[in-house]
């Protein structure tokens, strides 16, 4: 089982930028698709970017063009370079596997707090 450790969340301006990183205690992101998600307090968590074992991504259309995902699989590391941020984007993100919880411990780590207020 691997953990993961997301950071870089914090407090934004509306059009600001933030990345989050995701780190993993082991080699994950090679095997299982992997992806961003996030939970806004009193909706359902949801997942915003994915990518593949083979690298190819998806976002979800609210974050289309705004975030990117990148992983670097030599570090076990991924991250999530999000751009014109929205008050809507202010949620706890997770970095987890697609479907999430496969091969990783606990399900849901502590997740990252991002934000975006004036």
């Known amino acids: 089982q691997v953990q993961l450790v997301t950071s870089g969340g914090g407090l934004v301006q509306p059009g600001g930028s933030l990345t989050l990183s995701c780190a993993a205690s082991?080699?994950?992101?090679?095997?299982?698709?992997m992806g961003w998600y996030r939970q806004a307090p009193g909706k359902q968590r949801e997942l915003v970017a994915a990518?593949?074992?083979?690298?190819?991504?998806n976002y979800a259309d609210s974050v289309e063009g705004r975030f990117t995902l990148s992983r670097d699989n030599a570090r076990n590391t991924m991250s999530l370079q999000m751009n014109s941020l929205k008050p809507e984007d202010t949620a706890v993100y997770y970095c987890?596997?697609?479907?999430?919880?496969?091969?990783?411990?606990?399900?849901w780590g502590q997740g990252t707090q991002v934000t975006v207020s004036s």
């Open positions: 987890n596997t697609v479907p999430p919880g496969v091969g990783v411990t606990p399900m």
């Open positions: 082991g080699s994950i992101f090679s095997i299982y698709a």
């Open positions: 990518i593949t074992s083979g690298g190819n991504t």
